[in-house]
């Protein structure tokens, strides 16, 4: 076993709570957005790191990765706590796909992706950075990170991408049939960024204007929801919010802004 192979885990253990098909937006959001990235990869090694008390959300990673990016992805699964890690075992089927112990040092892996989900929730947002520098320095490089949250059944949901050089993006995704007002997805918002949905920050600047724009499209809403949405994320478009994405995302629920947009003052 090499010194990384033994490193001690950092971090701590989560609550492990998870469902199946919860992870579904960002694992499709990532196959759209960081495919390239992994097609390109000399080696195309993921991690899932923090993936609960069971390992469903890893498996249904790997096999979305395989079916819309890479075929020959390789996933590895990471916890800290030995328990989960053998009650994962069943699970797996290598190469494609393993579990192992393992923290924010990445139990020595060189990934080209790593989702971390519903596990800095729990930190201090003192201690985010940290945690961020960490995985990144871990990183292959060009690599990125997939940081956030969702709720229990994946239907409001907030993440950040995230390279060596810090933040990306904020995106923000929800099940659209369920969503009675945007300002819900300020509960999941990434730990960076939930306690400062605070008048005079900016994250809290977006929640308002998403917000207030999807009142205006009121109307649309005899249309379905996503006609509503979709009126709502063009009208902050055309108010000056510089959105990545294409309405082909927003029909997702889904929309995404660069990270200074965003970012704490």
Not at 66 to 86: C, H, K, N, S, T
Not at 129 to 137: D, E, P, Q, V
Not at 232 to 240: D, F, I, T
Request: aromatic share 6%; charged share 25%; hydrophobic share 45%.
């Amino acid at each position: 076993m090499t010194a990384a192979g033994r490193r001690r885990p950092y971090g701590v253990v989560t609550r492990g709570t998870t469902n199946p098909n919860r992870l579904r937006r960002v694992d499709n959001w990532i196959v759209a957005t960081c495919g390239d990235l992994l097609r390109a990869a000399t080696d195309p090694l993921v991690v899932d790191l923090g993936y609960g008390a069971t390992p469903v959300t890893a498996v249904e990673l790997r096999a979305r990765l395989a079916a819309g990016a890479r075929r020959d992805v390789r996933l590895v699964g990471l916890e800290i706590d030995p328990e989960r890690v053998a009650a994962a075992a069943p699970a797996a089927d290598p190469p494609g796909l393993t579990f192992a112990r393992g923290g924010f040092e990445l139990a020595g892996l060189r990934p080209v992706l790593v989702r971390a989900f519903n596990v800095l929730r729990q930190y201090d947002e003192s201690e985010v950075a940290g945690a961020w520098r960490t995985m990144t320095a871990a990183l292959a490089p060009g690599g990125v990170l997939v940081e956030g949250t969702c709720d229990e059944l994946g239907r409001l949901c907030g993440w950040l991408l995230i390279d060596a050089d810090g933040p990306r993006s904020l995106t923000l995704a929800a099940r659209l049939a369920t969503l009675e007002s945007p300002a819900e997805l300020a509960e999941r918002l990434p730990k960076a960024l939930i306690h400062r949905n605070v008048p005079g920050e900016r994250v809290h600047d977006l929640i308002r204007a998403l917000d207030d724009a999807w009142r205006d499209a009121a109307a649309y809403a005899t249309f379905g929801p996503r006609q509503r949405w979709l009126h709502a994320v063009g009208s902050l478009k055309e108010g000056g919010w510089p959105l990545l994405d294409r309405p082909a995302r927003w029909r997702l629920g889904e929309l995404t802004v660069p990270w200074p947009t965003v970012a704490p003052r």
